[in-house]
């Protein structure tokens, strides 16, 4: 009888051990749900793009199915994608969504198998502020705002891509521009190094265009062949935001190639 009982523990014992090793074998593997998503992430190329032309850049982000169905991503709002921009100092001088307000609804797209979705998105060179940043080496970063997948939630941002872009040097085209003035008067000078090109200005405060493109008729000869010009600006009192930026911005067409737009701050206002 003691020897049963023996025998009895010894199987227990053995039992115990393998319900041990079983609970474990699985520790550290993802669920199955998890390893489904990853594979339909991995199955999907996200890219983007930033083309610098002389007046502002255009920024591309696209979503490539290669798998052989259709995939579909939602969006919680009608914001797709974050983009900002930054300068070798690391300072933003460039977010998509600033300023901007989005319809807040859930949207979503369908990708069909082998093919793109994509979005485009423009800059025109001025920081927050509303000043021409400095030509030179800047970085992009687009965080693409996909909140499911085939209608399973992500955790995560799977989606982002950091670039490299070089802003054009066009400061041999408009110079020396110098802003006096406040409250809505506004003297604005500076230099153009082509007498022939049409130079045009036209007053926003980001939301709204104050002064209609007008043309910059004066221009008198400097010594060193440039061309000198001055503008004299009035806003009315009923168009002065109470909390935004005035900016004036010049328009240099010729037959050279395509217009330049630059942009200077005349006066913010909060």
Request: charged share 25%.
């Amino acid at each position: 009888m003691r020897r049963v009982w023996m025998i009895l523990l010894l199987v227990a014992a053995t039992a115990g051990c393998a319900k041990a090793v079983d609970s474990t074998s699985d520790e550290g593997e993802p669920p199955e749900g998890e390893n489904s998503m990853q594979a339909l992430i991995e199955q999907l190329e996200f890219s983007t793009t930033a083309k610098p032309l002389e007046s502002q850049a255009t920024f591309n982000a696209s979503l490539s199915n290669q798998s052989d169905k259709d995939v579909t991503i939602s969006f919680r709002s009608g914001q797709k994608a974050e983009m900002i921009v930054t300068n070798q100092q690391g300072e933003e001088v460039f977010k998509s969504s600033e300023g901007k307000m989005f319809t807040q609804a859930v949207e979503e797209e369908t990708i069909p198998p082998n093919d793109i979705w994509e979005m485009e998105e423009q800059w025109d060179y001025t920081n927050k502020e509303g000043n021409e940043v400095t030509p030179g080496t800047y970085q992009l970063e687009t965080t693409l705002l996909v909140d499911t997948l085939n209608g399973q939630s992500l955790e995560a941002k799977p989606f982002v891509e950091t670039i490299t872009f070089v802003i054009p040097d066009n400061d041999k085209v408009l110079r020396d521009v110098t802003i006096n003035g406040s409250n809505g008067n506004y003297t604005v000078t500076g230099t153009i190094q082509d007498n022939d090109a049409a130079l045009h200005y036209s007053v926003e405060d980001g939301h709204n265009l104050i002064i209609e493109k007008t043309e910059v008729k004066q221009k008198e000869v400097q010594k060193n062949g440039s061309f000198s010009y001055k503008v004299d600006i009035t806003i009315p009192k009923a168009d002065i935001p109470k909390n935004g930026t005035l900016t004036v911005v010049f328009t240099i067409e010729s037959s050279a190639g395509e217009p330049i737009r630059k942009s200077f701050k005349l006066e913010s206002f909060s």
